[in-house]
Nanobody, 118 residues
């Protein structure tokens, strides 16, 4: 089970931190990712991290501004978003997939809305 939180309204240039709390006995076997869907657009990949935290990936559109991290003790993955732009406005979702080649994100949390005002 995945529970996303931390969205809200922020001015351009501001920061927000999203959290995704994961529960389940085998969370350590999953890659956690963040996706977003802006109004009228398809959902797109933002960032991902493996549970040990030694492997991350970040979309080019947010690289240098967004950072994904995890707290294994709290079974939580974070998305720190800095220098926010109006085009970052979207519903953000966390998702999980097994740490296996060719796997897909089959587990999704509810979205959290991020609105960036210009």
């Amino acid at each position: 089970q995945l529970q996303a939180s931390g969205g809200g309204l922020v001015q351009a240039g501001g920061s927000l931190r999203l959290s995704c709390a994961a529960s389940g006995r085998t969370v350590s076997r999953y890659i956690l990712g963040w996706f977003r869907q802006a109004p009228g657009k398809e959902r797109s990949f933002v960032a991902s991290i493996n549970w040990s935290g030694d492997s991350t990936a970040t979309a080019a559109s947010v690289r240098g501004r967004f950072t994904i991290s995890r707290d294994r003790g709290q079974n939580t993955v974070y998305l720190q978003m800095n220098s926010l732009k109006s085009e970052d406005t979207a519903v953000y979702y966390c998702a999980a997939k097994p740490s296996l080649a060719g796997s897909s994100y089959d587990y999704w949390g509810q979205g959290t809305l991020v609105t960036v005002s210009s």
